[in-house]
T-cell receptor, first 117, second 112 residues
Framework: DQQVKQNSPSLSVQEGRISILNCDYT??????FLWYKKYPAEGPTFLIS?????DKNEDGRFTVFLNKSAKHLSLHIVPSQPGDSAVYFC????????????????FGTGTRLTIIP | ETGVTQTPRHLVMGMTNKKSLKCEQH?????MYWYKQSAKKPLELMFV???????ENNSVPSRFSPECPNSSHLFLHLHTLQPEDSALYLC???????????FGDGTRLSIL
């Protein structure tokens, strides 16, 4: 059973418009959420994160929103640029309580974003 | 070099072969990870090493054998693999288990 779900395998957005990527999770123990971006033939690159004590985190064109009651997070990219075309992975981790074993990342299956020039 | 480097980038092997994947991180991190990404599936955590000691084995078959000789290097030794083991294998590192993890570009493994 997937604990982190990205229900849209693909999304196409016009350049300059807003891209909204969604992610749902089922495990209420998740405490920290991340978005990674992956280009073909490269490893995932960290993009932005949010702690469960916040409901919004912004970094330039990227904003992540967290709705804990709905167990839902979203990534907004505005304005979208051609270089944003990639696969975006949502990931979640439980609290880092003590020693290792608590920092496991659980990933979604990814959403392929295509920005149309 | 900076970041996390994985070699080889591509590997084709038969089911009876023995090979090793290598990962090296230049970030001064003390934790390293192996992930497997199969087609249309999420990244799956395989192993976690902290300060060169294995702290997590996520029910991985024994035909995968990790080795962490020091905090900068991580190996994944492969033997008698199955066709379903064909996947992208990603290495990552972090400091003290704190996110985010930094990933290498992966090894694309094909089992004939």
């Amino acid at each position: 059973d997937q604990q982190v779900k990205q229900n849209s395998p693909s999304l196409s957005v016009q350049e300059g418009r807003i891209s909204i990527l969604n992610c749902d999770y089922t495990n209420s123990m998740f405490d920290y959420f991340l978005w990674y971006k992956k280009y073909p033939a490269e490893g995932p690159t960290f993009l932005i994160s949010i702690s469960s004590i916040k409901d919004k985190n912004e970094d330039g064109r990227f904003t992540v929103f967290l709705n804990k009651s709905a167990k839902h997070l979203s990534l907004h990219i505005v304005p979208s640029q051609p270089g944003d075309s990639a696969v975006y992975f949502c990931a979640a981790s439980p609290p880092l309580i003590s020693n290792f074993g608590n920092e496991k990342l659980t990933f979604g299956t990814g959403t392929r974003l295509t920005i149309i020039p | 070099e900076t970041g996390v480097t994985q070699t080889p980038r591509h590997l084709v092997m038969g089911m009876t072969n023995k090979k090793s994947l290598k990962c090296e991180q230049h970030l001064g991190h003390n934790a390293m990870y192996w992930y497997k990404q199969s087609a249309k599936k999420p990244l799956e955590l395989m192993f976690v090493y902290s300060l060169e000691e294995r702290v997590e084995n996520n029910s991985v078959p024994s035909r995968f054998s990790p080795e962490c000789p020091n905090s900068s290097h991580l190996f994944l030794h492969l033997h008698t693999l199955q066709p379903e083991d064909s996947a992208l294998y990603l290495c990552a590192s972090s400091q003290d288990g704190v996110q985010p993890q930094h990933f290498g570009d992966g090894t694309r493994l094909s089992i004939l």
